[in-house]
């Protein structure tokens, strides 16, 4: 029986976690610490770079910013799109701009089915982030809302300092935008058309891209690379 407490601090206060192992849904692995939410997680004081965060089976509803230098590890994780064998973690992100914000170098992000229904992009590395990995995913539904040009994974090219190490393999990309007129979308969009500095070692292999909706018919801005 678990009645009488208090949860707070956790960004989700409370969560149905089943049967799940380690009691508890989130777990950084160097830590041992458990939580409610992939943010909570990232946010810890005591989640530092290098650390490892596991999320368990299950769907996390929220939109999650990677200001640290770690591993996200889904049930999934070192298993190709194709060869799925476990029940997924999914993130299911509900804002506008972008389901998983990667702000900082040295983030790999691996073996996740991830959502973003109303964002414009799926995952987005802010301009010069080193050393990205998103490997072993399931990137669909996004962009469904109606407006702006849409991506399941977007790197940002910029005029102040060059990017390198980024390695895009072995994901599923699907159902990508609206057709809407005007705009257009990318499976993996390597995007700035007026960036000066470079993207060096920049690996994009073995995805699965299929069902990206572009609505400039005319034009070659869709992106999608298998």
């Given at each position: 029986?678990?009645?009488?407490?208090?949860?707070?601090?956790?960004?989700?206060?409370?969560?149905?976690?089943?049967?799940?192992?380690?009691?508890?849904?989130?777990?950084?692995?160097?830590?041992?610490?458990?939580?409610?939410?992939?943010?909570?997680?990232?946010?810890?004081?005591?989640?530092?770079?290098?650390?490892?965060?596991?999320?368990s089976a299950g769907t996390y509803n929220e939109d999650i910013?990677?200001?640290?230098?770690?591993?996200?590890?889904?049930?999934?994780?070192?298993?190709?799109?194709?060869?799925?064998?476990?029940?997924?973690?999914?993130?299911?992100?509900?804002?506008?701009n972008t389901g998983i914000d990667v702000q900082v170098s040295g983030v790999t992000i691996d073996g996740f089915e991830i959502m973003a229904p109303n964002a414009n992009t799926g995952i987005t590395q802010f301009v010069g982030v080193s050393n990205l990995q998103i490997v072993n995913n399931k990137i669909h539904a996004?962009?469904?809302?109606?407006?702006?040009?849409?991506?399941?994974?977007?790197?940002?090219?910029?005029?102040?300092?060059?990017?390198?190490?980024?390695?895009?393999e072995d994901n599923c990309i699907y159902d990508v935008?609206?057709?809407?007129?005007?705009?257009?979308?990318?499976?993996?969009?390597?995007?700035?058309?007026t960036a000066t500095k470079t993207i060096s070692n920049l690996s994009i292999k073995r995805n699965n891209i299929q069902n990206i909706r572009n609505g400039n018919q005319n034009n070659k801005y869709v992106w999608g690379i298998t």
């Open positions: 029986t678990v009645s009488g407490n208090t949860f707070s601090g956790n960004t989700t206060d409370t969560r149905d976690v089943g049967n799940s192992s380690g009691g508890g849904i989130v777990t950084n692995t160097n830590t041992g610490k458990s939580y409610c939410s992939i943010q909570a997680a990232i946010n810890d004081p005591l989640t530092d770079n290098g650390h490892i965060i596991s999320a910013v990677i200001n640290k230098s770690i591993t996200l590890k889904g049930t999934n994780a070192g298993k190709s799109c194709g060869s799925w064998t476990e029940t997924p973690s999914v993130i299911n992100a509900s804002g506008t996004v962009g469904l809302a109606n407006g702006g040009n849409k991506y399941a994974v977007r790197i940002l090219g910029t005029n102040d300092v060059n990017a390198s190490n980024i390695t895009i935008g609206l057709s809407t007129p005007g705009y257009h979308a990318g499976g993996i969009a390597i995007i700035q058309s």
